[in-house]
């Protein structure tokens, strides 16, 4: 990573709650990776985003649970962020996509705009890789930039040493490449932002006008360098 530009800030966590996940393994590697390439990270556990199901009515009559509001908190505080993830029944577990389900809530919405990379660990032979196809759509929908190249770990039950390594150089370097690329990528965006583009939850389902929803352009930072995109606050 380029030395004269700020270091890329990434939220890196495993979305599963289990003592000795192999996600969570995974998410430690891939924070040493991204510290190794020039980025600053932010671990976190799954237990600090855990909601309570997504209820309109509870979200009405009580607002924001705290697991919720913390992964905003840390999704704002980072230009990118890393999920390890599980593939539970060929999709993203349920607790993931329920806390998903709550921060998109939030205005301006946390995801659109932050760099996103997706991980995931299974004993399978393929790695948990159907669950992170299933992770992209929410995550797409909301206007986080998906890294096209994602990793998944096949019989992770024997993938790592005692030290939480990864025991096949080839794969410990495919790792490390995907990570090298992720943080050069997401340091070019912060640092030359191009792509501007409006995020729009959806259209058609409210009698407002559909402009009324559509991002409002975030203020030119200063320098000529520019910010995320736009942000929402319909
Ligand atoms: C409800 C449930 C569904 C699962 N479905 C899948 C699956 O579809 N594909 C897969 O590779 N593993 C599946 N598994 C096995 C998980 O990959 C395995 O438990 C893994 O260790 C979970 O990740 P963790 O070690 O990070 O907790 C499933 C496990 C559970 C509990």
New binding site residues.
């Given amino acids: 990573m380029s030395k004269e530009h700020e270091p890329v800030r990434a939220l890196v966590f495993?979305a599963?709650l289990?003592a000795?996940?192999?996600?969570?393994t995974l998410a430690k590697l891939a924070a040493g990776a991204i510290e190794k390439h020039g980025g600053e990270v932010d671990l976190a556990a799954m237990s600090a985003f855990d909601a309570p199901s997504y209820s309109q009515d509870a979200h009405t009559q009580s607002g924001f649970p705290p697991g919720a509001a913390e992964l905003r908190r840390r999704l704002d505080a980072n230009d990118a962020f890393v999920m390890?993830s599980?593939?539970?029944?060929?999709?993203m577990p349920g607790l993931l996509k329920n806390v998903i389900d709550w921060v998109s809530r939030f205005r301006p919405q946390p995801f659109n705009g932050k760099h996103a990379l997706l991980l995931s660990?299974?004993?399978?032979m393929?790695?948990?890789n159907?669950?992170l196809w299933a992770l992209r759509v929410p995550l797409e929908h909301l206007g986080s930039r998906v890294y096209p190249d994602m990793f998944s770990l096949a019989q992770?039950?024997q993938a790592f040493d005692s030290e939480g390594k990864l025991l096949n150089p080839q794969l410990a370097g495919r790792l490390d490449q995907t990570i090298g690329g992720f943080l050069e990528l997401a340091e070019a965006a912060k640092n030359y932002p191009c792509a501007k583009t409006a995020w729009i939850e959806f259209l058609g389902e409210q009698p407002n006008s559909p402009i009324d929803r559509v991002d409002k352009p975030v203020p030119p930072p200063p320098e000529g360098r520019g910010g995320q995109g736009v942000r929402t606050d319909r």
């Fill in positions: 495993s599963s289990r000795g996940s192999f996600n969570t390890a599980p593939e539970y029944n060929g999709s660990a299974s004993p399978s393929v790695g948990g159907r669950g992770a039950h």
